[in-house]
């Protein structure tokens, strides 16, 4: 009994890849590290499985996070 994976477009796939370089340029370079950018990508992926597949959706579901991002990982 496994958990089902969504499957995603490849558009939806590459949105979501670049919907995260872009929000990584938003957290400050002291705080880019490897955690808070996979912390980042599981939030563009839990938007998208939830039918947020917009660019400006991606982008938001990550950004409204760097924060916690942030405090998580420092």
């Keep these: ?3 089902a994976m ?5 558009q939806l796939i590459q949105d979501m890849r670049n919907a995260l370089e872009d929000v ?3 957290v400050p ?3 880019s590290t490897t955690a808070v ?6 939030c ?3 938007a998208a499985a939830q039918g947020n597949t917009g660019y400006n ?4 579901a990550a950004a409204d996070q760097i924060q916690a991002a942030i405090s998580l990982f420092t």
């Design 6 to 10: 969504p499957q995603f477009a490849p």
């Design 24 to 26: 990584m340029t938003r």
């Design 37 to 42: 950018k996979v912390y980042l990508a599981e």
């Design 57 to 60: 959706e991606l982008i938001s």
């Design 29 to 31: 370079m002291e705080y």
């Design 1 to 3: 009994m496994g958990v």
């Design 44 to 46: 563009i992926l839990k």
